[in-house]
């Protein structure tokens, strides 16, 4: 895998994480109600608000969004930005897992865009922690 590839892998996973993290950091109520955005609506499908966990949620996502965007600094090496893509697998695998075991909450086309955006999420993950090459 290229450093260039896996600058962009970092790249969009940093604009992904601060997304979610802002708006759920900054907006739990709406995030609750209309997460993603677009007609869906992800996490109000799946228990009550609980605002304390969103928030967390969203601080989780800008930690994230930091080792991302510091894993793309031009003096970053090549462990830096696997060990990054650690981090977004550790999260991932059990945020995967849980949402793909609870997918009866969503319509089906939601259910589907849900699955593949957070497939993609752990696939870019794993493209991180591939051997780099340039």
């Known amino acids: 895998m290229t450093t260039r590839i896996r600058r962009t892998v970092l790249l969009l996973l940093a ?3 601060g997304f979610v993290g802002g708006w759920a950091l900054f907006a739990p109520t709406s995030f609750y109600r209309s997460f993603p955005g677009f007609g869906l ?3 109000g499908t799946d ?3 609980n605002e304390h966990l969103i928030r967390d949620v969203g601080g989780l996502y800008l930690a994230l969004l930091v080792v991302s965007l510091y894993a793309l600094l031009p003096t970053a090496s090549a462990q830096l930005r ?3 893509g650690v981090a977004w697998a550790v999260f991932s695998t059990p945020h995967l897992a849980y ?3 609870h997918l009866g909450t969503l319509s089906s086309t939601s259910a589907a865009l849900e699955s593949i955006a957070l497939s993609l999420t752990l696939v870019a993950a794993v493209v991180l ?3 780099e090459r340039d």
């Open 15 to 17: 604009l992904s994480a």
């Open 41 to 43: 609506r992800w996490v």
């Open 47 to 49: 228990g009550a608000y």
């Open 82 to 84: 696997r060990m990054a």
């Open 99 to 101: 949402h793909l075991a």
């Open 129 to 131: 922690v591939l051997p």
